[in-house]
């Protein structure tokens, strides 16, 4: 769909990085702009940028791990907005450890909040989105749901989830006017991974360390903004790591082995 001024959207996980990053980026083209994630503050922040950029700010916070405080997020969205016509669901965090090291609730709270948060985004905004097509749909989730590494197990399977269920969900929608977008980016320079124990120029792949350049959270932005517009199912980037989830597809032993050489 065209994003065109006055475009109602929310964006969830808005306070922070590639989320925050998007916000602008629908504020500059003056679209009206829900946002939500847990602090306010720093959602305020970001709903002045909006403002400034020429757009129309509203700051909505919720837990998406809370279906509830979710649900009243899109109520008061749709409310102000009278409608919406474009969903991302972006919040998410990252938890790595050896499966041995793995305490169990890790893999829980990385299904709860990537993809049982994403689930109840779409799952909320779907029936605004099928009354006002054409509409669009969108999960940030990563190229770790297409490809795994050592330590990303956990946080692998949260991100394969959401690119399912995405994929899932287009084919049901797409004729009915809503499209529909999973983005896989790799490693991008946020506050991710301040918080996610993994240091990405000592934990990750040699051949990533060395070949996958670090995203900046604006060009994460621009990618799904255009994937929106061109209706594209998936967007993996840089463009080196479709290199390697192609070889993964192809041949995973080659993968494999590839991963194993070089640690
Ligand atoms: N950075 C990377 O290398 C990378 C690579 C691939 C994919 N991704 C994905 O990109 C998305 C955005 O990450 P980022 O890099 O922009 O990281 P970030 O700067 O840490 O931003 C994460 C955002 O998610 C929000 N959030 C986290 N838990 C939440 C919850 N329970 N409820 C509501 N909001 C929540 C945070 O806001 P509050 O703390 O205010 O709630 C924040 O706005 C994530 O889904 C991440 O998995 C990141």
């Not at 305020?44 to 405080?69: F, I, K, Q």
């Not at 770790?144 to 269920?165: C, D, F, P």
Request: glycine share 8%; charged share 20%; aromatic share 4%.
């Amino acid at each position: 769909m065209k994003i065109v001024p006055g475009t109602p959207a929310l964006v969830t996980g808005a306070s922070s990085g590639i989320g925050r990053e998007v916000a602008l980026s629908l504020g500059r083209r003056h679209c009206r702009v829900a946002l939500v994630a847990r602090r306010r503050e720093a959602l305020e922040e970001v709903a002045e940028g909006v403002a400034d950029a020429g757009g129309e700010p509203l700051v909505a916070p919720a837990d998406v791990a809370d279906e509830g405080a979710l649900a009243e997020s899109v109520g008061r969205t749709v409310e102000a907005f009278g409608g919406l016509r474009l969903v991302v669901a972006n919040a998410g965090l990252g938890r790595y450890a050896l499966v041995e090291a793995q305490a169990p609730q890790m893999a829980e709270q990385l299904i709860r909040v990537n993809y049982l948060g994403t689930v109840a985004t779409v799952r909320h905004a779907l029936p605004h989105l099928l009354a006002a097509t054409p509409s669009h749909a969108v999960a940030v989730a990563s190229s770790a749901g297409l490809i795994s590494h050592r330590m990303s197990s956990a946080y692998s399977a949260s991100k394969a989830a959401v690119i399912q269920y995405l994929a899932g969900l287009r084919l049901e929608v797409l004729d009915r006017g809503v499209g529909v977008t999973w983005v896989c980016p790799g490693p991008v320079d946020t506050p991710y991974f301040d918080q996610s124990n993994l240091d990405p120029d000592r934990d990750l792949p040699l051949l990533a360390r060395r070949l996958v350049r670090r995203l900046q959270p604006d060009e994460v932005a621009r990618a799904l903004v255009r994937a929106v517009e061109r209706n594209r199912p998936e967007v993996t980037l840089p463009a080196m790591m479709r290199f390697f989830v192609w070889t993964r597809r192809m041949t995973p032993r080659l993968a494999d082995w590839m991963i194993r050489r070089f640690p």
